[in-house]
């Protein structure tokens, strides 16, 4: 069964020592090439955009288990651990400015993978609407940070990508898998981690709000102009002429949809183009979270299409924790870990049926 959402994670400050970080770089490609060589860089991918696994990779060699920096630090590492042109698998993007490469990077996959420039742009547009979708479409209050973009040889990808809740020092990641994608706007998520729950989450994702996406659209390639008469109305007669000693909140926390000279700007944009769908209407420049949302509210006020508020919301450690929770990570220990997985992937090459052997005996060692 496929879950949908994402992983929220406490920040924890502070950096990986070094001695761990270059084990982390190690026990990553170790484990990867264990998947390779049993399955296939497919299986790899489909296995890291699964936020269980991604999380039990993280915990396997050596962070913490609830961390923010669990995203950063084992996309940071696995860079680092995979060749494209040995292992047949590329990660693209990071951290902050590591995160605006990603499109260079994509272009760059010609000179590794052969891949056509077609499918290169494509997987552009890709990396481009994930973030776009996980930073309007769900407006969860968590700014996106980070942008990790995985290509295999053949053309698939995913994406992992995490935000940052200032209010409450939370992260939360976000996990996209291409060959389970049925489109970038419904629903598009893979699997789904979460011990943080949002209250008036607009989802734009949800397939309930799918008759609201479909008015966003009506909306402006009708034209924009006629928005302004439901989000900027003058001399409105006020409720004291009516009632007395009725008090009303000074603002309504839904109706966070002020809108600047250049977002109408771009509405109008939007209109002289007349985008076929909700998924061009997101993709246009300048079509941020504040637009979205004001044509969201515009349908349900208009038109009673109320849009999704339903927020799109699991792991143990084997090596330990850098910050010794829930112990200290044992060098020892981890040194022998990696030590078994060289050991077991030089059988391996030495053909198939010592390859199964080789494996069966790894399989024989995780479980003493």
């Known amino acids: 069964m496929r879950n949908k959402g994402t992983v929220n994670l406490p920040l924890h400050n502070g950096r990986v020592p070094r001695w761990l970080f270059d084990k982390m770089v190690e026990l990553s490609r170790c484990i990867t090439e264990v998947l390779i060589e049993e399955y296939d860089q497919a299986e790899f991918l489909k296995r890291i955009t699964d936020p269980y696994w991604f999380q039990a990779l993280s915990c396997t060699i050596g962070f913490d288990w609830h961390s923010s920096g669990t995203t950063t630090t084992t996309c940071g590492a696995l860079k680092l651990a995979l060749d494209p042109e ?8 990071g951290k902050g400015r590591a995160s605006r490469n990603t499109p260079k990077e994509i272009r760059n996959l010609e000179n590794y993978f052969q891949i056509k420039s077609k499918r290169c742009e494509e997987m552009s547009y890709a990396s481009k609407l994930a973030a776009k979708v996980d930073n309007g479409c769900i407006q969860d209050q968590y700014q996106l940070y980070h942008h990790s973009f995985i290509v295999t040889e053949k053309g698939d990808w995913g994406v992992i990508q995490q935000g940052m809740n200032d209010k409450n020092s939370y992260a939360r990641r976000y996990h996209w898998i291409s060959d389970e994608l049925n489109g970038f706007i419904d629903e598009p998520h893979k699997g789904v981690c979460c011990d943080k729950k949002g209250n008036n989450v607009l989802n734009m994702t949800d397939k309930r709000s ?12 009708d034209n924009p102009e006629h928005l302004k008469k439901y989000l900027r109305r003058k001399n409105q007669t006020s409720l004291d002429s009516f009632i007395e000693n009725y008090e009303m909140p000074m603002r309504h926390q839904v109706l966070d949809i002020d809108i600047s000279k250049r977002g109408w700007e771009t509405l109008k944009r939007a209109y002289e183009i007349q985008p076929k769908d909700y998924e061009e209407l997101i ?3 300048g079509m941020g979270p504040k637009k979205i949302r004001a044509l969201a509210l515009v349908s ?3 038109y009673g299409s109320k849009p999704s508020w339903k927020d799109p919301v699991k792991y143990s450690f084997a090596h330990g924790g850098k910050d010794g929770t829930p112990f200290p990570v044992d060098e020892d220990i981890y040194n022998s870990t990696i030590s078994k997985l060289r050991t077991v992937l030089e059988q391996a090459k030495v ?3 010592d390859k199964k052997y080789a494996l069966k005996r790894l399989n024989k060692l995780v479980q003493i």
Request: charged share 30%; aromatic share 0%.
């Open 86 to 93: 040995e292992h047949g698998i590329a990660i693209l993007g």
């Open 210 to 221: 799918e008759e609201s996406r479909g008015i966003s659209v009506d909306l402006i390639n």
């Open 283 to 285: 993709s246009l420049k």
């Open 300 to 302: 349900d006020l208009v």
């Open 351 to 353: 053909g198939e049926k």
